[in-house]
Structure formats: C-alpha cells, structure tokens
C-alpha cells in the first residue's frame, strides 16, 4: 500500500522533531482559554482559534476537531506550514519565539514580529498548495492569504493589503519559476 504524503511527512516531522505531538484543542483546558483570550483581545474578531486554527505552542502542533476529516492533500499543506514554525522554534527557541511573535511592534494592529514569522510559514502554504493542487490553487489562496494578514484573526498583524498582495505575488512567481526551470 502507498503510504498517503500526510502520513510521510508526519513520520519525518516526528524525526526531526523529538516530542512533536499532535493534540486536539478541545481537549487542552489552556488552548480553550487562549481562545477566550482572543475573542476578548480582537472584539469577536478571532472567534475560531478552536475550531479551526493550528497551533504549534512548545512543540505540540493543537488542532481543531475537524483534522480527522481533512482529506490526505489538505492535511499535508497544513503540515508544511506548521513545519516551518517547528523549524523557526529550534532556530529562535520558545522564549525568543514568543517575544518576536508578541512583541515589536505591537501585539495587535502592527506586529511585525509575527508577520515575519506567519509570512514565512504562509510563503510554505503557498509552494505546498502549487505542489499537491496546482498553480491555480496557490494563486486562489492570495486573497485568504491576504485577509489573514490584514484582518483581525492574527490581531491585524500587517494592515497594509497592497503589501501583502506584493509578497503573494512575488512568491508565487517564484514558483512558478521553478517549475518552469525543471
Ligand atoms: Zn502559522
């Protein structure tokens, strides 16, 4: 049987990442009052961080009940993003992690910090969404990408759209450059 990429790239993420857990939101009396914490914080802006968001905090990717229904593709897309913010733990560590995720500028309506962090997990997002779903599916993702940013669910990290478009943009010829090169 082929083993599903989801399943391959859990497997080596597990390697690469001694104690790597993946835990349901639900079931974490802290991540419930995170999100609280945030519905207060963003005025009802961020309402689904249990529900529907991915955390990695301290190693553990926390994830909403609906991750046992994600479909194989899905599921591998989310795990490359989070990868990524695994990978900026072992490089920063958790404590210098939290200040740049939390810190300069704000922690809500300009941080930069955490628009640096998400928009390298996110530049992830959009290659592994050209891999397993094509080039159109990573160009469909622009505008979410760009609401993400600009909105309330990151506590409106990086409120300039044209910016963000920018990056998008930039990142997603990139790709396609690379594709072409093979
Ligand atoms: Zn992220």
């Known amino acids: 049987m082929i083993m599903e ?3 391959a790239l859990l497997e080596s993420m597990t390697l690469e990442f001694p104690g790597f857990a993946i835990r349901k939101k639900g079931t974490s009396r802290l ?6 914490l945030l519905r207060v914080v963003t005025f009802g802006q961020q309402r ?3 529900t529907q968001y991915y955390t990695v905090l301290f190693g553990v990717l926390w994830v909403p009940e609906s991750w046992d229904l994600l479909p194989d593709k899905a599921r591998y897309v989310l795990l490359r993003h989070e990868r990524v913010h695994l990978r900026q733990r072992k490089r920063l560590g958790d404590l210098l992690l939290a200040l740049v995720y939390l810190v300069p500028i704000f922690p809500l309506g300009l941080a930069w910090g955490r628009a640096r962090i998400e928009w390298e997990a ?5 290659r592994a969404t050209a891999e ?3 080039m159109d599916a990573a160009r469909g993702l622009g505008p979410e990408i ?8 990151y ?3 990086w409120p300039f759209p044209k910016t963000v478009a920018r990056w ?4 997603l010829e990139r790709i396609q450059g690379s594709e072409t090169e093979v």
């Open 132 to 134: 397993v779903y094509g």
């Open 122 to 126: 996110y530049r992830e997002t959009l």
């Open 146 to 153: 760009v609401r993400r940013f600009v909105g309330g669910d």
């Open 31 to 36: 991540q419930r009052l995170l999100g609280g």
């Open 155 to 157: 506590g409106w990290m």
């Open 48 to 50: 689904t961080y249990v």
């Open 5 to 7: 990429r989801s399943t």
């Open 168 to 171: 998008v943009e930039e990142e």
